[in-house]
């Protein structure tokens, strides 16, 4: 079993939904990552979260550390957002998802 | 530079060949990353670095694969005898210290005939 589990594999959703990716991982760790890859590779940092709850804009990062469970939350998605989202755990040695390809139709 | 560089940004090898791959960090980052991402797959880790000294290579799939970033800045992945497995996007992060931001650069496509 992957350390780290992300639901939906894919993801199709009309612009202007909320959409919510998960996260469940099975190590413990000191800080969770979401990462958003456009085509063609290029790698972005969401968020970096310990505990509770970060905002940036249209996105929204949260994490229970008890139950070992992270979302991601997208207000008003629009095409732009279409990307493959990826939850990665650890620090030095990190385990990522196998990501959530997330698609918004105009 | 504006962001991590990552060179080349293609390279196709034939079986048995030997590449490197080099990776330019944002200047002054002291932590520097390693990663292997198979199509359709996440990344995994391959090895990390803090200046240059390399502090983890528990990722490295063989004795094929090494690493080495001899002077804290720039850092080259070195794959000997490769293999049609090896083919893969390898990616290569820093950030300012261990547990900071990432910032990840564009990867190399390694592909191995």
């Known amino acids: 079993k992957n350390e780290v589990e992300q639901s939906p594999q894919n993801l199709t959703a009309q612009e202007g939904e909320f959409i919510t990716i998960n996260c469940s991982y099975s190590v413990g760790i000191s800080a969770l990552h979401w990462l958003q890859q456009h085509p063609g590779g290029g790698i972005v940092s969401l968020f970096m979260?310990?505990?509770g709850k970060k905002k940036h804009g249209r996105l929204i990062a949260t994490i229970n550390i008890q139950e070992k469970h992270s979302s991601l939350h997208i207000t008003a998605s629009h095409p732009r957002d279409s990307a493959v989202y990826i939850c990665a755990v650890g620090v030095n040695d990190m385990r990522f998802g196998a990501g959530t390809r997330l698609t918004v139709k105009p | 530079g504006a962001g991590v560089s990552q060179s080349p940004r293609y390279k196709v090898a034939k079986r048995g060949q030997d590449v490197a791959l080099r990776c330019d960090p944002i200047?002054?980052?002291?932590?520097l990353f390693w990663y292997q991402q198979a199509l359709g797959q996440g990344p995994e880790f391959l090895t990390y670095?803090?200046?240059?000294?390399?502090?983890?290579k528990s990722g490295l799939p063989s004795d094929r694969f090494f690493a080495e970033r001899p002077e804290g800045s720039v850092s080259t992945l070195k794959i000997q005898r490769t293999q049609q497995e090896d083919s893969a996007v390898y990616l290569c992060?820093?950030?300012?210290?261990?547990?900071?931001?990432?910032?990840f650069g564009s990867g190399t496509q390694l592909s191995v005939l």
């Open positions: 670095f803090q200046n240059e000294a390399q502090l983890d």
């Open positions: 979260l310990s505990s």
């Open positions: 992060a820093s950030s300012l210290f261990l547990g900071e931001k990432l910032f």
């Open positions: 200047s002054g980052h002291v932590s």
